[in-house]
């Protein structure tokens, strides 16, 4: 299994920046993909962020030139670079990730994804 553990939610004012981390671990032997979701107070759920194993980053349309994606392979860790906050960016942020464990020595695996708890992040104006 993979566990995800989160951190970096807070309350900000428009205009500052938070910092959002999210490290794996657990038995698995690879993680792959890793990305942020939100979803704010009376709406569903919509992809943020998400950076492949070989650090290639996606952006929801929301945020592109604000926030930023990076990750860690020797800490199985992602971060989300928040800057230029906005009231809208309100909700709680969910890190998830990909990846699989070997079973045996012949080389099948089974594929994993998690999902964080969540971290709040609130932003006045």
């Known amino acids: 299994q993979i566990q995800l553990a989160e951190s970096g939610g807070g309350l900000v004012q428009a205009g500052k920046s938070l910092r959002l981390s999210c490290a794996a671990s657990?038995?698995?032997?690879?993680?792959?993909?890793m990305g942020w979701h939100r979803q704010a107070p009376g709406k569903e759920r919509e992809l943020v962020a998400v950076?492949?194993?070989?650090?290639?980053?996606n952006y929801a349309d929301s945020v592109k030139g604000r926030f930023t994606i990076s990750r860690d392979g020797a800490k199985n860790t992602v971060y989300l670079q928040m800057n230029k906050l906005k009231p809208e960016d309100t909700g709680v942020y969910y890190c998830?990730?990909?990846?699989?464990?070997?079973?045996?020595?012949?080389?099948?695996?089974?594929?994993?994804?998690?999902w964080g708890q969540g971290t709040l992040v609130t932003v006045s104006s």
């Open positions: 998830n990730a990909e990846g699989k464990r070997i079973v045996n020595v012949e080389g099948a695996y089974r594929t994993l994804e998690a």
């Open positions: 657990g038995r698995f032997d690879s993680i792959n993909a």
């Open positions: 950076i492949s194993r070989d650090g290639i980053p």
